[in-house]
């Protein structure tokens, strides 16, 4: 029965990529730079080291994507008047407009998938995952201090 329900959570993840990478093909960004950007727009002082931890994603894929970004005029990044190693980024208006128009399509593909749910079902399918997630990070937990202990 826990294999038919991960299978269907894989199913679940691969149709949002896909639903999510075709409402967004004619913008310019990829799905995953959508993601940044409006990370970025809710925390602009965001390190690229803590945005690379939030979006479970390597340091340099970050450091690609924000290359991309300021190529494309959506960020600009601004050094430190105290520390030159340190860039901040700003987000261009061509980069809050995107941001913009991500919400939108968000909202518009969360409300297709999840079309015919009642506020009830809702609830609890978010409780649900609430409870997967906080099994799998206390799981996690204890096969990182198992090998610490090593």
Do not use: W
């Not at 990370?39 to 450091?63: F, N, W």
């Not at 970004?69 to 700003?90: M, P, T």
């Not at 913009?100 to 009642?118: C, H, K, M, P, R």
């Amino acid at each position: 029965m826990h294999k038919k329900v991960m299978d269907l959570f894989r199913q679940t993840d691969q149709t949002l990529k896909r639903v999510i990478s075709k409402k967004v093909e004619n913008t310019g960004l990829y799905r995953s730079q959508h993601r940044l950007l409006m990370y970025l727009g809710r925390h602009p002082d965001c390190s690229q080291t803590a945005l690379a931890e939030k979006m479970d994603i390597s340091p340099a894929a970050v450091a690609v994507s924000m290359k991309k970004l300021e190529k494309a005029g959506y960020i600009r990044r601004k050094c430190n008047a105290e520390d030159n190693r340190i860039n901040h980024v700003v987000i261009t208006d061509k980069g809050k407009e995107a941001i913009n128009n991500s919400f939108v399509y968000f909202q518009e593909i969360e409300d297709a998938l999840f079309d015919g749910f009642t506020a009830e079902e809702t609830r609890q399918l978010e409780d649900f995952c609430r409870r997967i997630i906080q099994n799998g990070d206390e799981y996690y937990r204890g096969l990182t201090s198992r090998e610490q202990n090593r």
